[in-house]
């Protein structure tokens, strides 16, 4: 492969994989608030009766 | 069984990604002109189709919505919108990476990247809007005439190397073309990147939705505790 400008090849998809990678990061830390939010909902709602 | 087809198309996306990352790296030839940063292509543009088209999916289902009044297309519109979005800032950062060694520059107000910049801007607005709406109806119904507005800058982004040649390189696909602009190789694997991208997008885009049906309920039963 051409070496020429090969640091900011590596950039460009390092950024894109990075930013992927953020994203799922921040779907899975969103998933886990959702889970706690509706466990928490639903004890409020039992102890209501 | 969801749970495991959302698994199963999220391997064959990786899969996918890692074999085209392969040839994108050690199976395609070198370009004449711009060195090892003409590969960065191959995620710019089908991040580009990709956003495109989550964002076609999205008006779509906006409109569905305001016909069908169901949930479940407001749903997948906020979905495809946020996922899309995702995809625009890969597109915009891939591209002002690959404009500092081409152009010399990070930027430059071109028609196409100003529109690209606004299709990101407004539908980060549309995401915004919905935070900004308490009432589930009249969040879904205005987001949705949002999106449905919204794609026009899609339009036009796609369109803008047509209309106006500017800094940013002119149509090279031969589906807009008629061909010669390229190797065949080379867009082959524009095309492959793009399957793997909206295969990884449909994952994406459902782990959203069942999460957007979660918060619902999460709101509802919030409703129905503070009502009893």
């Not at chain 1, 090849?9 to 799922?24: D, E, K, S």
């Not at chain 2, 919108?81 to 591209?95: D, M, N, Q, R, W």
């Not at chain 2, 008629?178 to 080379?186: I, L, Q, S, T, W």
Request: some cysteine; aromatic content about 14%.
């Amino acid at each position: 492969m051409d070496q020429r400008n090969f640091l900011y090849m590596f950039y460009g998809f390092a950024a894109a994989w990075g930013i992927l990678a953020l994203y799922v990061i921040s779907l899975v830390m969103r998933e886990g608030r959702l889970r706690k939010e509706l466990d928490s909902v639903k004890r409020m709602l039992d102890s209501k009766g | 069984m969801r749970q495991n087809v959302l698994i199963g198309l999220a391997l064959l996306a990786g899969l996918w990604l890692a074999r085209n990352l392969y040839v994108i790296f050690l199976g395609l030839p070198d370009e004449a002109a711009q060195g090892a940063i003409y590969r960065i292509m191959f995620f710019h543009v089908p991040s580009w189709f990709t956003c495109f088209t989550a964002f076609f999916v999205a008006g779509i289902s906006s409109m569905l919505y305001l016909g069908k009044k169901s949930t479940m297309y407001d749903t997948l519109a906020v979905s495809a919108v946020e996922v899309g979005v995702v995809f625009t800032i890969i597109g915009l950062v891939t591209g002002s990476i690959w404009g500092r060694i081409i152009w010399g520059i990070w930027w430059t107000w071109d028609p196409r990247l100003t529109w690209a910049l606004i299709t990101c801007i407004v539908y980060s607005g549309y995401l915004m809007l919905r935070r900004a709406i308490d009432d589930p109806t009249a969040r879904a119904k205005n987001s949705a005439v949002l999106c449905i507005f919204a794609f026009a800058s899609v339009v036009i982004t796609y369109k803008a190397i047509d209309w106006w040649r500017t800094q940013h390189p002119g149509p090279v696909l031969s589906i807009r073309t008629g061909g010669g602009n390229m190797d065949p190789a080379m867009e082959a694997m524009l095309f492959s990147n793009w399957g793997a991208l909206l295969l990884l997008c449909i994952v994406l885009v459902a782990v959203r939705m069942k999460q957007e049906d979660t918060s619902r309920e999460v709101e509802s039963l919030r409703r129905y505790a503070h009502a009893a």
